[in-house]
Structure formats: structure tokens, C-alpha cells
T-cell receptor
Framework: SQTIHQWPATLVQPVGSPLSLECTVE??????LYWYRQAAGRGLQLLFY??????ISSEVPQNLSASRPQDRQFILSSKKLLLSDSGFYLC????????????FGPGTRLTVL | AQTVTQSQPEMSVQEAETVTLSCTYD???????LFWYKQPPSRQMILVIR??????QNATENRFSVNFQKAAKSFSLKISDSQLGDAAMYFC??????????????FGEGTQLTVNP
């Protein structure tokens, strides 16, 4: 069966520090991968998605970046965090046709102080 | 650009009663897919139900059903026989079917459902 992992689960970082959040998927090949951000009490905003290794599409210009060094690994990074980067970050995967659901990871709660 | 609107920030229902959550969307595409996701306090996103736009029949999953009105661009979720475990934030989501849309989901802002015992 397929599983998706995210770490860390929670993170508190000072403004201006770097960020690296990792997402890995098991049990599937060549998935589409997604990074979402959810502000408190709000909906999900798509940040990045990837249809293959090294292929990244950015939805929202900001100080975040994403990379996909391996087929089932998706990394969200920042060189210098801003206060506005605080939120709940969710990774998701899907395969195949558009009607297939996206499966979400457990998320990372990031607080920037 | 596609947009998804959930006009009810909060809803409440008595246990065992029925509740309907509203969702409208805006799109110029003819081929697309609609989803309802549930996010309990654990914040894990869980798919509740999905609807293909080309299907006229409304989707049903046990106590959950949708009222899909394509011309009105409306996609409401009905929860029958509400249970305490149904309490969660519910998100409506849109996904285009064309190649240019990729497989991205556009989410509404969510409806917080409270189930009263």
C-alpha cells in the first residue's frame, strides 16, 4: 500500500533562517507531487507541483522553492524565512488521470518567530 | 482562473440529522472534477466524495451524497444521519481535466461543521 511521510511534524524557526521540509512517498512510482500551504482556519493554497524528477512548477511567486531530486522525494526550501511563511504545509501525491484523488501527508506546522 | 467559493464558514447540525454544505465554482472548462475533502482536528486531509463533470448522476458514498448542478456550477455536499465523527472542516475542491490544467486542485476556504450531541 502507498504511504506518504512528511518531516518534521512541527518546526519553530527564527526569521531569516533557512528551511527544508521533506516529503517522501512509498508504494507508487512516478507520482505527481504537490506542496500546499494552509493558513490558520483557511483553505489550501498550492505552492508547487511536480510531474517528474527535476520538473517543478511554481504557482505562487515567493521566497520558497521546491526540488524533486528523486522520483518519490519532494523538498520545500527557503534561504531566508519570513514571518508570513508561518503555516501548515501539506504534501500530496496523485497518479494517473485527473479524476484520481490526491493523497495528503500528515503535514508540518511551521512557526516563524 | 478557476475559483471555488464556500459561502458558509460555519455550520452546525444535531446528531442523526441531515446537513448540506454549499459550494460554487467558476470555470470555463467543460471537463473537470470536483471533490469534497474532510479535515478533522488531526488536520489529515481525507477524501469524502468526488464527482466527474461529465456524469449527470450525483455521486454517493454511504451517508454522503452530492447535488451537482453543472449549469449553475454548484456542488453541495449532503451528510445524512450526522455522527459526532463527522465534525471537521470540509473543503470543496476543483480539478481541471485538460492538459493545461495539469492535475492541480483549487480549494475553497472551507466550512467548519460542528455536530451537536
Amino acid at each position: 500500500s502507498q504511504t506518504i511521510h512528511q518531516w518534521p511534524a512541527t518546526l519553530v524557526q527564527p526569521v531569516g533562517s533557512p528551511l527544508s521540509l521533506e516529503c517522501t512517498v512509498e508504494g507508487t512510482s512516478n507520482p505527481n507531487l504537490y506542496w500546499y500551504r494552509q493558513a490558520a482556519g483557511r483553505g489550501l493554497q498550492l505552492l508547487f507541483y511536480s510531474v517528474g524528477i527535476g520538473q517543478i512548477s511554481s504557482e505562487v511567486p515567493q521566497n520558497l522553492s521546491a526540488s524533486r531530486p528523486q522520483d518519490r522525494q519532494f523538498i520545500l526550501s527557503s534561504k531566508k524565512l519570513l514571518l508570513s511563511d508561518s503555516g501548515f504545509y501539506l504534501c500530496a501525491w496523485s497518479v494517473g488521470a485527473s479524476y484520481n484523488e490526491q493523497f495528503f501527508g500528515p503535514g508540518t506546522r511551521l512557526t516563524v518567530l | 482562473a478557476q475559483t471555488v467559493t464556500q459561502s458558509q464558514p460555519e455550520m452546525s447540525v444535531q446528531e442523526a440529522e441531515t446537513v448540506t454544505l454549499s459550494c460554487t465554482y467558476d470555470t470555463s472548462e467543460s471537463d473537470y472534477y470536483l471533490f469534497w475533502y474532510k479535515q478533522p482536528p488531526s488536520r489529515q486531509m481525507i477524501l469524502v466524495i468526488r464527482q466527474e463533470a461529465y456524469k449527470q448522476q450525483n455521486a454517493t458514498e454511504n451517508r454522503f451524497s452530492v447535488n451537482f448542478q453543472k449549469a449553475a456550477k454548484s456542488f453541495s455536499l449532503k451528510i445524512s444521519d450526522s455522527q459526532l465523527g463527522d465534525a471537521a472542516m470540509y473543503f470543496c475542491a476543483y480539478r481541471g481535466g485538460g492538459e493545461t490544467s495539469g492535475s492541480r486542485l483549487t480549494f475553497g476556504e472551507g466550512t467548519q461543521l460542528t455536530v451537536n450531541p
